[in-house]
């Protein structure tokens, strides 16, 4: 009896510590929602910093999306393994899989051969990263709500409470938001739209298809990724959207419809039954009806201006004319703005679908809740339909790109920068193109910045967002009124949809028509006076600037074509000579030219090398060793 009066205490008193720590409040200065590959990115630079930080994920593991999605399991990020250097970060350009570590083991290359990895083994690396780098993640924490709080427990001023489904309240004074785009998007007014499958919940076995005629809606990589796994199965497979197929080969964005899933063009350009058809009418202009068991896309009398008459005019073989077994829905997915209340509500993005993304600024900040800062997918509103942002080969640096302002807003700690004098600037500008993966990844968003001082020696700033250079000492604590910035960029007018990227003039190889250049390539720009004025769309304009020639194997080593044009370009704004000599030249120049050295002689003799003192009226040269 008294051993089981102790043992019913002793459960007693586990079970109220158990609800006690459930209800338990949380303080950090940093809390990050969702442990998928930004969440724990920013959270692998916060740990390193040691900073007070807490990631908090609704599921069991870390990258949990991708348990799921896609869900055929084959990604469409390369995972290229070998590149025939050993360089790491060059390397990294090719590897659009792998997080920013110190761990050279946590490298997506050690966990697939495939060229095209699949998810589970993606799920396995993210978790391995998440615990061999012993990030503070709270699993199984569904945050339910976010809300802002005045002088709340971890000090005085405006905070934020984040509230978990089993009772577990987060205080912190700096909220990252690394959800992703998870939301299943349903347009709203398409009148039918239940009578469709969503991608989200789909069969992925084609046996479910055999002999069926499908209408897949989207024209994405997921609506082709679906086709391309079901075309064996079915009788005829129809894809429709609003606009033309965009081709990632041709407008250069990786979001675009990727080879690896187009199939079905051939088998549509080829007329073996399956076809693609645009539908300018619009999705509200439209509906699914069911008659029997077949659907059927027909035009929506509520939304068209047509009356009767003019409907029965209407061509009798439109191509959506078609009835189908199955209509699939693969339109993709948008932010879950549902957790935040009215106090901590972030604005929608009017870029692209007006609800699809949160509206930040070039901070990764939200643009009505201070202190709340975006990491991930989420912040491809910035760079939409134009750069990599939206990926993770492109969101580590964004993420990286964050963790260095937030260092500096909150710590005082300003971008890490190296001090370069004049004569090395052309040479480091030379081994960034060659190597950098951030703002190779990040083209067009992400730059170098090289500070010019007053005394001409330069603070180098590697991968700073160039749409904060209106703002650059806010961004990064460095100031300067002189800048030249390294961007990578294409041709102007070589991408997008129907651009003929295999045209037999596409590539220049003639340095002097370097700007001409189509392919991914380096250019310079210089800033004279501060700037002024934020740029969303394009790089700040100058008139001083200088393109790289593009290069077959993005090798800008050529001393011709790619390093000789960099140092004079450099030269014009210093206006010196800024080539490097061997201490013998130094010596013949200085017989020859006198006081008129190239810079770097000047410094060889000035750090007391050797001093050098002429009587030119005697034509004498008094040599002074020191």
């Known amino acids: 009896m008294e051993s089981s009066f102790i043992f019913t205490n002793w459960l007693f008193l586990v079970m109220f510590v158990v609800v006690a720590n459930c209800q338990a409040d949380v303080n950090h200065q940093y809390c990050i929602i969702g442990a998928g590959p930004s969440g724990l990115q920013?959270?692998?630079?916060?740990?390193?910093?040691?900073?007070?930080?807490?990631?908090?994920?609704?599921?069991?593991?870390?990258?949990?999306?991708?348990?799921?999605?896609?869900?055929?399991?084959?990604?469409?990020?390369?995972?290229?393994?070998?590149?025939?250097?050993?360089?790491?970060?060059?390397?990294?350009?090719?590897?659009?899989?792998?997080?920013?570590?110190?761990d050279e083991s946590l490298m997506m290359r050690h966990y697939s051969k495939d060229y095209f990895p699949s998810a589970d083994s993606y799920v396995v690396y993210l978790q391995d990263f998440a615990e061999r780098l012993g990030l503070n993640i709270h699993y199984n924490s569904e945050i339910v709500s976010v809300a802002r709080e005045k002088d709340g427990s971890i000090g005085k001023g405006e905070t934020f409470l984040l509230k978990e489904r089993n009772g577990t309240s987060y205080h912190?004074?700096?909220?990252?938001?690394?959800?992703?785009?998870?939301?299943?998007?349903?347009?709203?007014?398409?009148?039918?739209?239940?009578?469709?499958?969503?991608?989200?919940?789909?069969?992925?076995?084609?046996?479910?298809?055999?002999?069926?005629?499908?209408?897949?809606?989207?024209?994405?990589?997921s609506?082709?990724?679906?086709?391309?796994?079901?075309?064996?199965?079915?009788?005829?497979?129809?894809?429709?959207?609003?606009?033309?197929?965009?081709?990632?080969?041709?407008?250069?964005?990786?979001?675009?419809?990727?080879?690896i899933n187009n199939e079905l063009i051939d088998t549509y350009q080829l007329k073996s039954l399956d076809g693609l058809f645009e539908s300018e009418l619009g999705l509200k202009n439209q509906a699914i009806v069911k008659e029997g068991n077949k659907l059927q896309l027909v035009l929506n009398p509520d939304f068209l201006d047509l009356d009767s008459d003019m409907l029965e005019k209407l061509p009798d073989n439109l191509g959506f004319r078609s009835s189908y077994d199955r209509i699939i829905r693969c339109m993709g997915f948008k932010f879950d703005f549902s957790i935040?209340?009215?106090?901590?509500?972030?604005?929608?993005?009017?870029?692209?679908?007006?609800?699809?993304?949160?509206?930040?600024?070039?901070?990764?900040?939200?643009?009505?809740?201070?202190?709340m800062f975006f990491a991930g997918v989420v912040t491809h509103s910035l760079d939409y339909r134009k750069s990599a942002g939206g990926f993770i080969h492109g969101f580590r640096y964004t993420a990286q790109a964050l963790f260095r302002h937030l260092e500096?807003?909150?710590h005082g700690l300003a971008w890490p920068s190296i001090s370069l004098a004049p004569a090395?600037?052309?040479?480091?500008?030379?081994?960034?193109?060659?190597?950098?993966?951030?703002?190779?990844?990040?083209?067009?968003?992400?730059?170098?910045?090289?500070?010019?001082?007053?005394?001409?020696?330069?603070?180098?700033?590697?991968?700073?967002?160039?749409?904060?250079?209106?703002?650059?000492?806010?961004?990064?604590?460095?100031?300067?009124?002189?800048?030249?910035?390294?961007?990578m960029q294409y041709g102007q007018n070589y991408s997008g949809p129907g651009k003929d990227v295999l045209s037999e003039d596409r590539a220049i190889g003639d340095a002097s028509s370097a700007d001409k250049s189509n392919f991914l390539h380096p250019v310079l720009y210089y800033y004279k006076e501060p700037i002024k004025d934020l740029f969303l769309e394009d790089i700040p304009k100058t008139d001083i600037?200088?393109?790289?020639?593009?290069?077959?194997?993005?090798?800008?080593?050529?001393?011709?074509?790619?390093?000789?044009p960099v140092r004079r370009f450099i030269e014009a704004i210093f206006d010196s000579d800024l080539r490097c000599f061997p201490s013998e030249l130094c010596f013949q120049y200085a017989l020859?030219?006198?006081?008129?050295?190239?810079?770097?002689?000047?410094?060889?003799?000035?750090n007391g090398f050797l001093q050098i003192t002429f009587d030119l009226s005697l034509s004498k040269h008094l040599l002074i060793c020191t």
């Open 424 to 487: 090395d600037l052309a040479s480091h500008f030379v081994k960034r193109m060659n190597e950098a993966s951030g703002i190779y990844q990040m083209f067009g968003i992400l730059a170098d910045v090289a500070v010019l001082g007053e005394d001409d020696m330069i603070e180098y700033l590697e991968e700073v967002p160039i749409a904060s250079l209106h703002m650059l000492k806010d961004m990064t604590g460095h100031d300067g009124k002189r800048l030249i910035i390294l961007n």
């Open 340 to 371: 935040f209340t009215s106090s901590a509500q972030p604005d929608p993005s009017p870029v692209g679908d007006y609800d699809k993304y949160p509206n930040i600024q070039c901070n990764y900040e939200s643009s009505s809740v201070p202190n």
């Open 592 to 606: 020859t030219y006198g006081n008129s050295l190239p810079l770097c002689c000047q410094d060889y003799f000035s």
């Open 408 to 410: 500096w807003r909150y």
């Open 223 to 259: 609506g082709f990724e679906t086709a391309s796994n079901i075309v064996g199965s079915t009788a005829f497979i129809h894809m429709t959207s609003r606009s033309r197929i965009r081709l990632a080969f041709q407008t250069h964005y990786v979001g675009d419809l990727r080879a």
């Open 545 to 564: 600037y200088h393109h790289v020639v593009e290069d077959f194997v993005t090798d800008w080593t050529a001393r011709r074509a790619h390093i000789i």
């Open 172 to 221: 912190c004074k700096v909220v990252i938001v690394s959800t992703g785009m998870w939301v299943p998007n349903i347009p709203e007014g398409f009148r039918g739209i239940e009578h469709a499958e969503g991608y989200e919940s789909m069969s992925i076995d084609p046996k479910d298809f055999e002999g069926q005629s499908v209408l897949i809606i989207g024209r994405g990589n």
């Open 42 to 102: 920013v959270g692998y630079f916060l740990q390193r910093a040691e900073r007070s930080y807490v990631i908090i994920e609704k599921d069991s593991v870390a990258g949990s999306f991708f348990q799921r999605y896609p869900r055929h399991r084959k990604l469409v990020s390369i995972n290229k393994r070998h590149t025939g250097l050993t360089n790491k970060e060059f390397n990294f350009r090719h590897d659009w899989n792998s997080l920013i570590s110190d």
